[in-house]
């Protein structure tokens, strides 16, 4: 059954679709989360921690939505400050110290645009991760497990190999905001997501990503375990082959991927 762009948008904000601990837990062994960013505070919008994938052992960040309206206000809708992407960046930095792949999960509007995180330096530590990422001497993948807003979520998508499941999104902004801007009606986000070509597919096509995850019928929510299990399979066939290339070849292949998009 064919699904549309905007029945895909609706599908990716499910609350009952798997968030990013869902993963967490089923996919990595002793997983030990760390917190604050070691400047101004702790960002539950972003859970961060050192885990084992299979004997590897890997540096985990994730962006978490809540299940129901007390989850998501305690985690800003995910919905990133500035201290949770500097915090992302402080273990990644961490990770790279010890020569530990990093695994990032992408389920995010886009970052949090309130008075409070524009004052702190929003769009400075955005900017700090895309730079710092690319240069990062150690594998990175991400994977888009729901909805990829804006710079919010490619300040954890400057990866070696960039996935998305079946039916994520991954967009500038979102439909609704696209719509408004570009038709002056915020009711056309239907056709803004038919053109603002979001989907997996579309990026598949567009080079943009590596690879589309297959969800179970009807979407990932129906199956946490196999969902769970696809993802995990692709991350343990990747990370075999980027941790047999040399720093430098690795780095190379990083920067020209992205040159290319």
Aim: charged fraction near 25%; include cysteine.
């Amino acid at each position: 059954m064919s699904i549309t762009p905007w029945e895909k948008v609706k599908l990716a904000r499910m609350p009952v679709r798997p968030t990013g601990l869902d993963y967490i837990d089923r996919i990595f062994d002793q997983f030990l989360e760390m917190h604050g960013d070691r400047l101004y505070g702790e960002d539950r919008a972003i859970v961060g921690g050192i885990a084992f994938l299979g004997s590897i052992p890997v540096t985990v960040i994730a962006q978490q939505k809540g299940r129901n309206t007390k989850e998501n206000i305690a985690r800003n809708f995910s919905m990133p400050h500035p201290e949770g992407y500097r915090k992302a960046l402080r273990l990644m930095k961490q990770a790279e110290k010890f020569r530990r792949p990093i695994l990032c999960f992408i389920d995010t509007p886009g970052a949090f645009c309130g008075l409070g995180a524009e004052e702190r330096g929003q769009g400075e530590a955005i900017a700090s991760n895309l730079a710092e990422m690319m240069m990062l001497k150690t594998p990175i993948i991400s994977v888009v497990i729901s909805e990829g807003g804006s710079g919010g979520a490619l300040a954890l998508g400057v990866a070696d190999k960039v996935y998305m499941l079946e039916h994520s999104i991954y967009a500038i902004l979102s439909p609704e905001g696209f719509a408004s801007i570009l038709y002056k009606d915020s009711s056309k986000a239907e056709q803004a997501a038919k053109d603002m070509k979001l989907t997996a597919q579309d990026l598949y096509q567009f080079k943009i990503i590596d690879g589309i995850i297959p969800e179970p019928q009807g979407g990932a929510h129906n199956d946490y375990d196999l969902m769970a299990g696809n993802i995990k399979s692709v991350l343990e066939a990747d990370l075999q082959e980027l941790l047999e290339l040399p720093v430098e070849e690795l780095l190379e292949k990083r920067y020209q991927k992205f040159r290319r998009i």
